[in-house]
């Protein structure tokens, strides 16, 4: 095997590898925006319009469909479009909907309330149980419940 040959092997893996790995992945599932800056499209393509650009990095949204390096993605606004998977993560995220809410030191309402949060604050979600997520922001964590989240 010539040289140039192993390059290209070594180019096909990487191109194909994740993609590969993220479509054995059943819809939908949650993922969040992993770059600063991100374009939804109309279709999946960068030939088709750009509905909207996202310019926050960890935003929580679901995706609820595939099309090779394509995801058609729904926003917490509920606004649904095309993004290049590369700009997605599997990091899971959410954000405070409502008004302003506790964030707990244990998963009861009745536990001490360590933080507070405010409506569109995002949050890494670290683990689920019985209606409550850990939400972490920026190491301050607390739980919260899930109906008080979008992207459990």
């Known amino acids: 095997m010539t040289s140039r040959q192993i390059i290209a092997i070594a180019l096909l893996t990487a191109t194909v590898g994740p993609a590969a790995a993220q479509s054995e992945v059943e819809v939908p599932y949650w993922a969040s925006i992993s770059v600063d800056e ?20 960890e935003l929580p ?3 609820i469909a595939r099309h090779e390096t394509w995801r058609k993605i729904e926003d917490p ?13 599997r990091t899971r995220t959410a954000i405070i909907t409502g008004e302003i809410r506790p964030m707990r030191e244990d ?3 009745s536990a001490a309330v360590a933080y507070r949060a405010e ?7 670290t683990d ?4 409550w997520c850990l939400f972490d922001v920026k190491g301050r964590k607390g739980w919260v419940r899930t109906e008080h989240i979008w992207g459990d």
């Open 38 to 57: 991100a374009r939804m499209r109309k279709g999946p393509s960068p030939d088709v319009p750009v509905i909207w650009e996202y310019r926050r990095k």
């Open 77 to 89: 606004d509920g606004t649904r479009g095309w993004m290049a998977a590369r700009l997605l993560s």
């Open 107 to 109: 998963a009861s309402l």
């Open 128 to 131: 689920c149980k019985g209606g």
């Open 119 to 125: 409506p569109g604050v995002v949050g890494r979600i």
């Open 61 to 63: 949204v679901k995706v």
